[in-house]
């Protein structure tokens, strides 16, 4: 058990071993037993605000940098670095807006929908909430290279922070499986690319096994600082409600780091006396990439007080290795058969009275469509989370009358091939395009009318002719 020397230390989540180790040492598992780590806190410590609301007194000096910062502004809230080492470059300049178009769509009253629009951000998405918590560890800790294993927003995001802070950037990606629009930003902030012969899953694996020979920083979310700040996206989402608490948070899947940090933030800030009661967590995956909704929906598995059955992880992991089984969506973001953060989620269901659902890509798709046409669009991933409210709502777990916040995770042109042929292809093309399973035209298509270049041609269908 190493030596704690400052208000903040890691410890493992596993509470039959909680060993605990120095702030400063780079982990991504417990040298114990393997299980993943938390960021801990000894809060009587720290001069954490009496009210959430006391942080509104920061907008009032926007030319600081940290109080600028949607990440930073909450520093007491993920207190492990002085000031003077914070990494930022503007991060968490995001919006909270109602939706009512969409709310009336999935079958929500008018004014109860949010959507929280991560894209926005420097890189476009939301992994720059936990970069800049990230490499403001990776500086501690003295690293060099920064890694990452990615379907494209991580490996986006590391490469601006890295080429903000003099790092090199490492980036492993599974052949053919990430969108031009993130890769193009990993290549142009100067990150070197391997694309390995493999999926996700592989990637990975491949660079946590590379991390201790090559001197990696790894910054998936198996980094546990990568979460503290992902915890902020909450913070923001209360500030936008005035410090009410929603019904529900609806999250995309994927690896599972923000369902993690939101259960986190939430369990840390009901813990303080900050919030008097917890929103359900609904974690939303689509059909092609299921993982979760299988152990947690078909097979029952849970937190249980930390005593999750690895055996049932074990065995349903082996039996997609021997079916050789890979993930497959059109949303890439959340390709993943193996997340890496299923205890965490599992902890933050839990707490958080939470449940998981998977959605077709089809209708992904279509949510998308219709984000669009009310606001902001958004990358695919994002979309499952409307999708996933959408199903909730048609089972009557979620109230029409319940306030929803749907997290959407990145940038319309994160993945620009995805709408392009969504409105422009029909028919068999499409269905293989997109790697659809369903022949049925989509909902929302808008297919581009061809003309002749005339002007009567034009004139008749700008009036509604055929």
């Known amino acids: 058990m190493a030596k704690k020397d400052s208000a903040a230390f890691q410890r493992c989540i ?30 009587e410590a720290i001069e954490v605000p009496k009210r959430l609301s006391d942080f509104e007194r920061r907008w009032a000096r926007r030319t600081d940098p940290l109080d600028f910062s949607g990440v930073w502004r909450f520093r007491e809230l993920l207190s492990f670095a002085p000031e003077e080492a914070l990494v930022t470059i503007g991060e968490g300049q995001t919006l909270l807006y109602h939706n009512e178009t969409l709310a009336r769509q999935i079958g929500l009253s008018g004014g109860n929908l949010h959507l929280q629009y991560e894209g926005l ?25 920064a890694a990452c294993a990615s379907t494209g927003n991580t490996s986006a995001s590391m ?17 053919g499986k990430i969108a031009y629009g993130k890769l193009a930003q990993a290549l142009d902030s100067g990150g070197l690319t391997l694309q390995i012969r493999g999926d996700f899953d592989d990637a990975m694996r491949l660079v946590q096994q590379a991390a201790p020979r090559a001197g990696l920083y790894v910054v998936n979310s198996v980094n546990p600082f990568r979460l503290e700040g992902q915890k902020t996206i909450m913070y923001r989402v209360l500030e936008a409600l005035s410090w009410e608490v929603p019904d529900w948070i609806v999250v995309p899947g994927g690896n599972l780091g ?29 059909t092609g990439a299921h993982t979760l909704h299988t152990l947690v929906g078909d097979k029952g598995l849970s937190w249980g007080a930390g005593s999750v059955d690895d055996e049932a992880i074990a065995k349903y992991y082996g039996y997609l290795d021997a079916g050789g089984l890979r993930a497959h969506t059109v949303a890439t973001a959340i390709e993943i058969n193996r997340p890496v953060n299923l205890k965490k989620c599992l902890r933050a269901l839990d ?23 009310s606001g902001p669009g958004c990358e695919p991933a994002s979309a499952a989370s409307v999708a996933g409210a959408r199903l909730l709502v048609e089972e009557g777990v979620i109230g029409k009358s319940d306030r929803v916040v749907c997290i ?39 297919l581009p009318v061809e003309i002749d270049a005339d002007l009567e041609q034009i004139v008749k269908v700008l009036e509604g002719g055929a």
């Open 14 to 43: 596993n509470p039959a071993c909680a060993a605990t180790f120095d702030i400063h040492e780079a982990l991504t598992a417990c040298p114990e037993c393997g299980n993943l780590l938390d960021i801990a806190y000894d809060w």
């Open 121 to 145: 951000n420097p890189s476009g998405s939301f992994k720059d909430n936990g970069m800049a918590a990230a490499f403001t560890h990776a500086r501690m800790a003295g690293a060099r290279r």
């Open 159 to 175: 490469a601006m922070y890295a080429a903000a802070v003099g790092m090199q950037a490492v980036i492993f990606i599974g052949s």
């Open 258 to 286: 923000n369902s993690s940090a939101f259960g986190k933030a939430f369990i840390e800030l009901h813990e303080l006396g900050l919030i008097d009661r917890m929103p359900r967590i609904a974690v939303i995956n689509s």
């Open 351 to 373: 707490a958080a009275d939470g449940v998981v659902r998977e959605v077709p890509d089809e209708d992904i798709l279509d949510m998308k469509a219709l984000v669009a046409r």
């Open 408 to 446: 959407i995770t990145g940038h319309v042109l994160k993945d620009p091939d995805v709408p392009v042929k969504y409105n422009s292809l029909t028919g068999e093309a499409l269905v293989d395009a997109l790697g659809l399973f369903s022949r049925e035209a989509p909902k929302y298509q808008n």
